[in-house]
């Protein structure tokens, strides 16, 4: 079992910045990759963003490349993702989570352990 909490969200103006935190305990943090998705209001939840178990290896979805940053510190069972140049779209309640695969899928199905989730408003 792997217990997920995130933190950090927040309402800012459009173009401000935001960091999120995912503090892990439970299960060796180090075993799963952590990916960090959002859902808006009225529309189904997607990913964001992937870091593998060792952090060398990242995904990001379109909308969000050149913006926003995952990075982990394995030592402190955190991950993090960094959020730039925040725009109204990105909205949303961002869950981390935590997959003991090694494919790097941005299907929510295959993630194993989920956090309650943080908002996140960005105002025009």
């Known amino acids: 079992q792997v217990q997920l909490v995130e933190s950090g969200g927040g309402l800012v103006q459009a173009g401000a910045s935001l960091r999120l935190s995912c503090a892990a305990s439970?299960?060796?943090?180090?075993?799963?990759?952590v990916g960090w998705f959002r859902q808006a209001p009225g529309k189904e939840r997607e990913f964001v963003a992937r870091?593998?178990?060792?952090?060398?290896?990242?995904h990001y979805a379109d909308s969000v490349k050149g913006r926003f940053t995952i990075s982990r510190d394995n030592a402190k069972i955190t991950a993090y993702l960094q959020m730039n140049s925040l725009k109204p779209e990105d909205t949303g309640v961002y869950y981390c989570?935590?997959?003991?695969?090694?494919?790097?899928?941005?299907?929510?199905?295959?993630?194993?352990?989920w956090g309650q989730g943080t908002q996140v408003t960005v105002s025009s």
């Open positions: 989570a935590a997959d003991a695969s090694t494919f790097p899928s941005v299907a929510d199905v295959q993630y194993d352990y």
């Open positions: 439970g299960r060796t943090f180090s075993n799963y990759a």
């Open positions: 870091i593998s178990r060792s952090g060398a290896t990242t």
